[in-house]
Structure formats: C-alpha cells, structure tokens
C-alpha cells in the first residue's frame, strides 16, 4: 500500500510528526518569500521530522507550528528549543526600507537568532545573503569560486548588512562552540522578487555603461529552496553558491529578451545616479549599477559535489522575469503606469539610469538652444 501524502499526513497531526525521521527545521521569515516557499517544502518532505515557522505573522502553510514574534526579541530562544536546524530568512533588503532601520533589523536580527540558537542547543543554522558579497569588479574571474575573497563595498543596496551577516556567521562558531552555520549565496534571485536588478528589465531598453562587461547568472527561487534544504539535511555545508549554470553575456540578454541597449558614458551614468540617490529622487544608490557593469558569476562546485543541480537554466529564468515585469515602467527606480512612463521621457536605463539618461537629454537639449 502506498505511503499517503505528506501534507494530507502532517495535517493529520502538525505538532507530532512521525518520530525518528529527520531534523526538526525552524524557518524565520516563515509568512512571505522565499521563507514561505521554504516552509511548504519542507513540511511536505519526508526527510523532515517538524518545521517550526516564525514570523511577525501567520502565513499560509497549516502542516506547521507558527510562532508569531520579531526575530529580534530574546524570546525567540525559547520557540527554538528542541529545533536541530534554524534557517534564517527574515532579512529586509526592501528598495524602499529606510537604509538605517534596515540595517538596525537585521544585523540585530541575526545577532539575535544566532545567540538564541545556540541557548537553545540548536547545532546548525543557515544563512541565506547573497553572490553580491564577492563584488562586481572588472578583474573578477568568470566563475568565482566560492572561496573566493568578499570584495564587495557597502555602496549597494543592503550589501553592507549582508557583509555584516557573513561576519556574524564566521565569528559565531567561535562564540558558540558546538553551533555550525552554513553560509548560502544566490545569485541574481528571480521569482516573485524586486530588486534594483529585477528592475533593470522594467526599462523599455536595457543602460550598458560604456567599458563595462556584464555577465548574468540567475537563481530561480525554487533552485534556492532545493539548495536550502540539501543545507538543512546536511548534505553539504560551509559556505555555497547557488545559481544556474554559466550565464548570458550581455548580447545575449538583449537577443533573448528584445530589449535594445541605450549605452551612456561611466562619468555620466555614476555621477547623475549618485546625485539623484542623494537628493531622494531614486532608492537605488550608485553602487548597484556595479553589479550590471562587471560580472559576479560564481561556481556552485560545492552543491554539485553534492549531487544537487539547478532545474532551471539562466534563459528559462529571464524568461520568467520578462514575464513577471511584463507592463511595469521604472523612472529613477520607483514604478509608473506605462503612459505615464512614456510621458516622463524614460526611453532607456533602469533604476537610478533612467534618470540619468534623462539628465543627458536635457542637457543636450539646452546646448543646442544656446
């Protein structure tokens, strides 16, 4: 007789799965994300004995037990007793989130879980940042391996907390001894996310800064929960990448997605898109068009070794982010309806770009009257 369905068997009895088999896994960021997606795979496996979710609210799973609390409170040590496993997604990296209290929550957030993790005798946690924290340099190699040196600055959007988070995590073992955390860094993250890199592709053509050399490489939501899981069971760990094999030079993503280039000189494209984070007209600071000018490609050698691979590829990804963009217009980061888009002159770039390339015309403009 077949085994019945996992779900149909975790609703039957959520506080007490079958004894003996696997971790129990507490998930934060439980309600929303990449943290909901986790959840519900997680309590639909076999291999996983209970999952505790926590968060500021109640999500949607029901084959699990929910703890509604901010990850920062202490108390949060006493809802982790009895977890093996704790993975950590409850990371605001929101465009629109003021950049101090951004900062605020989750550093002390991780601070937090990582303390009351090992008060409450949990041997691993997994840390969800990102491939951000190599760096886009134009001397990067293409891939990166994944001990690669963290060459990134503080100078893109939540990359200083990320950089906080890895130092979190190497210091935390020596704090807490007999505490192991495993490290995961996504690339490019499409599936229901917006980022400064997702909105890149709202633009009606697609800025290349003059010199620079992009290469993309996309990371599918579900390939990041296949990856987090391999992580939570234990079948690999220290520090990973994940993403999609290869990537797309920049020729290839304008092929594949229709969408023309509009080219503007560095000095321009940097200065205005600094200028316009500074005075608040974009949330996006200077330092994310790094990441579309220079490649942060990465290895993901460890997850394959341990006989994890993608189920999608780089152009299956892009294909569901021109999907998931399709009708959105961006000026100077922040979205319009499509006519109103086209009113405001936005004819190329994306995030800060857009309004540079504006600063450009304009200023085109006012030669040619004198």
Not at 21 to 29: D, L, Q
Not at 134 to 153: F, K, W
Not at 299 to 323: C, Y
Request: with cysteine.
């Amino acid at each position: 007789m077949s085994s019945p369905d996992p779900q149909v068997r975790a609703a039957r009895n959520p506080s007490a799965p079958a004894a003996g088999r696997g971790p129990v896994v507490a998930v934060t960021g439980a309600a929303s994300g990449v943290g909901a997606l986790l959840t519900e795979r997680l309590a639909a496996s076999e291999e996983i004995k209970q999952v505790i979710a926590i968060d500021e609210r109640r999500g949607d799973c029901a084959q699990v037990q929910w703890h509604i609390l901010d990850v920062r409170d202490p108390a949060i040590a006493e809802k982790l007793r009895g977890a093996d496993v704790v993975v950590h997604l409850a990371l605001d990296l929101d465009l629109e989130t003021d950049g101090a209290a951004r900062t605020a929550y989750n550093v002390r957030g991780t601070q937090t879980v990582l303390t009351a993790a090992a008060a409450a005798g949990v041997h691993r946690v997994v840390l969800c940042t990102s491939a951000m924290v190599y760096g886009a340099l134009p001397d990067n190699e293409l891939p990166l391996s994944e001990d690669a040196e963290l060459r990134a600055t503080a100078e893109a959007t939540g990359v200083g907390d990320l950089l906080e988070v890895e130092r979190l995590a190497r210091r935390a073992p020596r704090a807490h001894p007999g505490l192991n955390v495993t490290v995961v860094r996504p690339a490019t993250l499409v599936g229901g996310t917006d980022t400064a890199l997702t909105r890149y592709f709202e633009s009606p053509r697609l800025l290349v800064v003059a010199g620079s050399r992009p290469a993309w490489q996309f990371c599918h939501v579900e390939d990041l929960c296949s990856a987090l899981e391999y992580a939570v069971l234990e079948k690999v760990e220290g520090e990973l990448a994940v993403g999609c094999d290869g990537w797309l030079e920049q020729e290839e993503v304008e092929e594949l997605s229709g969408i023309r280039r509009m080219e503007l000189p560095s000095a321009v494209a940097l200065g205005a898109a600094a200028r316009l984070h500074r005075i608040g007209l974009t949330p996006s600071p200077a330092g994310d068009l790094a990441y579309t000018m220079y490649p942060w490609v990465v290895s993901v050698s460890r997850l394959h070794d341990a006989g994890w691979r993608p189920q999608w590829t780089n152009e299956e990804v892009l294909a569901e982010l021109l999907e998931e963009v399709s009708g959105r217009r961006t000026v100077a980061g922040r979205r319009l309806g499509r006519k109103d888009a086209t009113a405001a002159g936005a004819a190329g770039a994306t995030v800060a770009l857009l309004g540079a390339a504006a600063v450009v015309r304009r200023a085109r403009k006012a030669r040619r009257r004198i």
